[in-house]
């Protein structure tokens, strides 16, 4: 049995190589046959245009009086060679009596002129020859030149609409120079150079870990620093500090634990109840999936009131509000609030949610306790981010100082609302500027699925470019801001920053929106068939077109793009081009950058048993548990690109179990959170970074 199966598998394999053998032979033959067409055409139309030319340059070169006397010595050789050398081969116009036969004509005086003549022949045919020769090499390759061009406009795709893929950056670059905008000042890469005011519509930075994202925002920080522009960037992991931050040009910091962070006054950069209610905001965001918005708009209302109260009081400091918001009994909370919109939220009758909107009160605010002791160092005045902006704007400095809003991963999680509330507070400073078109003010924000969703984030986005703001965002996945901000909210994020730069997608999903995003082209399609026989007369090749729509970049090829390798689709009507940028060793512009303040614990501890005691207080509402969940679940979530993804797909099955009738059976395996509880991989990536 085995043979047999053996003799089958060997019979199908010889018969496939005898077909593979006729066909790549006649294949090969018609090749041939085309080839030697070709080659013969041309051959023949060289030596005919050869042969005129080496003619015509032989009648330019040489007198006409050569060409008489070599005629008439040619007409008396024949005459002469036929018995005929009495016949007049000259005679003189003048005086028909003076003539010469042809017998004289070979043996007289004239042979002297005829030898001279003789001699220019040969010297002009030798110059014909090689010039004919020059020019026949030429014809050959114009030919050549004609046919290859004429081929590959009959079988290449032709472009017509949509987006296109540059050929090189150099088409790209002379693209951007000659367009009505002009370019701008700001290369992205270090290579292209962006067209002019197209800063102000915001650039997209997407990538996955380990592709060089971060590197790409480092160049662009060179040509920022080089134009002498201010800047606001977050630094999640202080990667970018080491190599950017210049004290002596007036950097600032703000990073609640580190030794450099600015004295932030909170009321100095709230100065009316509006700045303190849009505080409130940033640093206690609502979340998008699963959560009753109630419970953060009452905590960011009674934060408000509260530290709208104090602002007055002589001895007001961080850790006093703090005390006033979590450690206070609610009758002492009730007094403060006494005439207040908070009143009515912590009212006797409701003291359940009370407690309840304390304990989401607690989840954000217990951030601030980290600014201990910043308003008691007499070297550091009172900083307002929304000043500085300000004076940033008007200063009229070479080069401007940046404000550097960092973290580090290991205390990230308990900084990172008071982080979003500074980014948030710095872009508001800038929509409080006066609009001006011809003003650059950065915003960078790589890793910002890092921070806490910034409450209307696309519509800040696309009103500050009015005042000068320039928003450059980096994120590993775009699955990452769709579970923070929402998928439409977060569609109109990335459509409204227009200058995309794409590496490497590790998942076929992500790869395959940047695909979508990077658009479509519709080309004239041409497909070639050939038809071959054992008489040639049957050869041919068939060109047929067709118009076809058709991805600019496939997602396969963002796959398995190289690290630091990218894609770049600049705003207008320039082609995507293809970039790989070579990795820059950096030098420290200054040491010992990352120093730790010295906090005192025992100050603050007061307030972070009160504010652990709130979150889990019994009484809260089940309202606030899974609001609490929720942001938890959401947050590891959105900090990795992987789970973002995963939760995406299983979302995908989801809709397509529910459609297909199937929801009873798929009850049991999701829950409408998103939450996988029979996947333990998931479960498990979750409660580790719980």
Known sequence: MLLDITLDLGDDMSEHKTKSLIRGGQLFLYQARMFSQVVGRITKWAIIIYLVIVALLLLSLMHYSDWVLLGLQSYAWILSFVGLSSVHVWTNPDNHAHFMTAGYWLSGNMQDDVDLAISHLISSGLIALGGGLIIYMLVTKLFTSLFIKSGDKHSGDSFISGTRLAKSEKETIASVNRSKRGSSDIRLLSTLPMPRYSERQGLFFHGSTGSGKTQGIMRLLDEIRASGDPAIIY??????????????????????????????????????????????????????????????????????????????????????????????????????????????????????????????????????????????????????????????ANDNAGHKPWLFITSRANFHAEIKPLISAWIGMAMKGIQSLEP????????????????????????????????????????????????????????????????????????????????????????????????????????????????????????????????????VRLIGNHPITRLHTPYIEREILAQNLLVQRPINWDAIKTVSSAASTLQNHPKRDKGVIDEQESNLKNSLVAQNADLADEQEHLQAELKKAKNNKQERNMEHQYDMGFEIESDPTLNHHIEKEA
């Open 235 to 392: 630094d999640k992991e202080s990667t970018l500090k080491p190599y950017f931050f210049d004290a002596d040009l007036g950097d600032i910091e703000l990073n609640p634990l580190s030794n450099q962070c600015a004295n932030w006054d909170i009321w100095k950069d709230c100065q009316n109840p509006i700045e303190m209610a849009a505080l409130a905001t940033y640093l206690m965001p609502k979340a998008v999936q699963g959560s009753d918005p109630f419970w953060v708009d009452a905590a960011r209302t009674i934060f408000t009131n509260v530290a709208w109260e104090m602002r007055d009081h002589p001895d007001k400091s961080i850790i006093k509000l703090l005390q006033v918001l979590l450690t206070t009994s609610l009758d002492e909370l009730r007094q403060i609030l006494e005439g207040t919109e908070s009143e009515n939220l912590v009212s006797k009758d409701i003291e359940k949610t009370a407690i309840s909107i304390r304990a989401v009160m607690a989840t954000y605010t217990k951030a601030l306790r980290f600014l201990e002791g910043l308003d008691q160092d007499k070297n550091k005045t009172p900083f307002a981010i929304k000043e500085w902006v300000a004076s940033q």
């Open 436 to 567: 001006n078109n011809h003003r650059r003010f950065w915003v960078i924000l790589d890793e910002m699925a890092s921070l806490n969703r910034l409450e209307n984030f696309s519509d800040v986005v696309a009103d500050i470019r009015k005042f000068g703001g320039c928003v450059a965002i980096g994120v590993q996945s775009i699955s990452q801001l769709e579970f923070i901000y929402g998928q439409h909210e977060a569609t109109a994020i990335s459509d409204l920053l227009n200058t995309t730069i794409y590496y490497r997608s590790s998942k076929q999903r992500v790869a395959e929106w940047a695909s979508k995003d990077l658009g479509e082209q519709v080309i004239n399609e041409v497909k070639e068939s050939q038809s071959y026989g054992p008489d040639p007369v049957r050869d041919g090749n068939t060109f047929a077109r067709q118009r076809v729509t058709r991805r600019t970049v496939e997602s396969g090829t963002i796959l398995n793009l190289d690290d630091l390798e990218c894609f």
